[in-house]
C-alpha cells in the first residue's frame, strides 16, 4: 500500500473534522500534517492566549488519532496576521516581543513532541505597513534560529512566491544556518527546480494542473490542500479528498510513477519533517 500524505491541511470543531478525515482514509489517504491556525472566538493578547490556542489544535489531533486510523502531525507558531490582532492591543514592540516568545514556545513544543515543525509562519499575504513586514521578517528569522537549534522543519506562510521572494526568504534561512531544504514554502506554486524555488521545500497545492506541471520537473516537493474545514466558507478550498483522489488518478492515467509517489508521499516529508512514513 502506498502511503498518500497530505502536507498542509486545517481541521476545526465547528467543521467536519472526523468526517471529513474519514473520507479521506476512504480514498486511500494515510498521512496528514496538520497546521494550527489562529482561532477568532478565542482571545489572542499574551503568550499565554498563544498557549491555548496551540493547545486546541493538539486537542483536535488527539480526536482525529482517537476516532480514526490516519497519521497525522501537527506543526504550531503564531500565524503571520497574528502580529496585527495584538497591535489592537499593544504597541507594534510589544506585539513583535509576543510574536518572538510564540515563536519560542512553538520550538518548545516540538521539543516536547507535540508538534513536528515551526508553522505556518512568516509574512502576511496582503499589503501590510513597512513597519509591520520589517518586524514580520525579524520574527520569522527568528522562528528559523529556533528550528535550526531543535533540528526540525519550518513551514512558510508568505506572500504569492516571486523569484526575487524565493531568493530573499532563502537568503535568510542562511543567515540563520537553517538548512534550506527543511524550509517548506506552502502553497507553493509548481516550483520545483532549484533555480525557481532556491533550495526551499515546495509544498504544492494539489490542483490538477499544478500537480501536473510539477510532475513534468520532477518529484521533490510535496502535495497539499490547505484545506480549512470552515462551514462559513465551504469549497474555499480544495476538499481533503483531493490529495488521494488526484494522486490515484494520475497513478492510474501514467502522468504520476510508483517513484514519483514513493518519493512525494514518503521519502521527501521524511527527509523534510525527520517523521517516518509508514
Ligand atoms: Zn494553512
Keep these: 500500500m502506498h502511503p498518500i500524505l497530505d502536507d498542509h491541511m486545517h481541521l476545526q470543531f465547528q467543521g467536519d473534522n472526523v468526517k471529513a478525515v474519514k473520507e479521506f482514509l476512504k480514498l486511500g489517504g494515510t498521512h496528514l500534517i496538520m497546521s494550527h491556525m489562529p482561532y477568532s472566538d478565542m482571545p489572542l493578547r499574551s503568550l499565554e492566549d498563544f498557549e491555548r490556542q496551540y493547545e486546541r489544535s493538539l486537542s483536535m489531533v488527539e480526536k482525529v488519532r482517537k476516532e480514526t486510523e490516519v497519521k497525522i502531525w501537527l506543526t504550531v507558531g503564531p500565524y503571520p496576521a497574528d502580529i496585527l490582532r495584538l497591535m489592537e492591543h499593544h504597541s507594534i514592540e510589544k506585539a513583535k516581543d509576543i510574536m518572538m516568545d510564540a515563536m519560542d514556545l512553538a520550538g518548545k513544543w516540538v521539543e516536547e513532541g507535540r508538534a513536528i515543525a515551526i508553522g505556518e509562519v512568516g509574512r502576511p499575504h496582503f499589503e501590510v505597513s513597512p513597519e509591520v513586514w520589517e518586524a514580520s521578517n525579524e520574527i520569522l528569522i527568528h522562528g ?8 526540525c522543519a519550518i513551514v512558510l506562510h508568505t506572500e504569492s512566491a516571486t523569484p526575487e ?3 530573499e526568504l532563502a537568503s535568510f534561512a542562511d543567515r540563520t544556518g537553517m538548512d534550506r531544504g527543511r524550509v517548506v514554502k506552502h502553497f507553493s506554486p509548481p516550483a520545483i527546480l532549484p533555480e525557481e524555488n532556491q533550495g526551499l521545500f515546495p509544498s504544492v497545492l494539489a490542483s490538477k494542473s499544478n500537480i501536473k506541471k510539477a510532475l513534468e520537473k520532477g518529484n521533490r ?3 497539499e490542500t490547505d484545506y480549512i474545514d470552515d462551514p462559513r466558507r465551504p469549497g474555499a478550498v480544495l476538499s481533503l479528498k483531493t490529495v488521494p483522489k488526484r494522486t490515484k488518478a494520475f497513478l492510474q492515467n501514467g502522468i504520476m510513477s510508483e517513484e514519483d509517489a514513493w518519493k512525494i ?4 516529508p521524511e527527509k523534510v519533517y525527520g517523521i517516518e512514513v509508514e
Design 265 to 268: 508521499h514518503k521519502e521527501n
Design 165 to 167: 521572494g524565493w531568493k
Design 221 to 223: 516537493f510535496t502535495m
Design 144 to 151: 528559523m534560529e529556533i528550528a535550526k537549534e531543535r533540528g
